[in-house]
């Protein structure tokens, strides 16, 4: 079934540890999103890309890095985890270049616990 | 600022009709989004508006207007199953989407 994977589902993580959460996509969408998404809060953007080989930085980029060496893999990398980096993270994917609404799809999530 | 707001509960009963209100203040305005999300999954797509009016899709309508930034969420015959949370998204003039904290919506029998 095409969509977008994320791995792992869930993971508990000691503070001061690197870790990196996978995405991949088999749509050839160009665009690709992570967000975190916090109790009370809205969807807040972590790290764009646009194309393969362009990142950019969204409204929360602090502690995270993000590469896209290809069009289907987007991998998010907290180099050194903090106890506020704890949340429920989403990767999604839009087809730009059809330009149509720019609608999002979404990973299934990775609930990340950082202690 | 940039900023959704939208209730954050709301309590209907089976088979009647719920509207949920989003209104926003945005720097410029490329279409306004309704995405569902349930309990431990992902969001996914709902309904897309750019111009104002009304857009039925089902039992799900949404309204929009840009002069008074404002849309709403139509669900008529409620289920069971649309016990969920509704986020309102608004593309803003950068083409970066902007997000509502969501509605949680709770369907009694």
């Known amino acids: 079934i095409a969509g977008i994977t994320q791995a792992p589902t869930s993971q508990i993580l000691a503070a001061g540890r690197r870790m990196t959460l996978r995405c991949t996509q088999d749509m050839r969408h160009n665009a690709m999103y992570w967000y975190r998404q916090d109790l009370g809060l809205g969807l807040r953007l972590i790290h764009y890309s646009n194309t393969a080989g362009t990142t950019g930085k969204g409204e929360v980029p602090d502690g995270y890095s993000v590469s896209r060496a290809n069009t289907d893999d987007f991998p998010l990398t907290l180099a050194s985890a903090v106890p506020s980096q704890t949340s429920v993270y989403f990767c999604?994917?839009?087809?730009?270049?059809?330009?149509?609404?720019?609608?999002?799809?979404f990973g299934e999530g990775s609930r990340l616990t950082v202690l | 600022g940039q900023n959704i707001d939208q209730p954050t509960e709301m309590t209907a009963t089976e088979g009647a009709i719920v509207q949920i209100n989003c209104t926003y203040q945005?720097?410029?305005?490329?279409?306004l989004f309704w995405y569902q999300q349930h309990a431990g999954e992902a969001p996914t797509f709902l309904s897309y508006?750019?111009l104002d009016g009304l857009e039925e899709k089902g039992r799900f309508s949404s309204f929009l207007s840009r002069s008074k930034g404002y849309s709403y969420l139509l669900l008529k015959e409620l289920q069971m199953k649309d016990s969920a949370s509704y986020l309102c998204?608004?593309?803003?003039?950068?083409?970066?989407?902007?997000w509502g904290a969501g509605t949680k919506l709770i369907i009694k029998p």
């Open positions: 999604a994917s839009s087809d730009v270049e059809q330009g149509a609404t720019g609608e999002l799809f």
């Open positions: 945005t720097s410029g305005f490329n279409g």
């Open positions: 998204a608004v593309m803003d003039s950068n083409y970066q989407l902007i």
């Open positions: 508006n750019v």
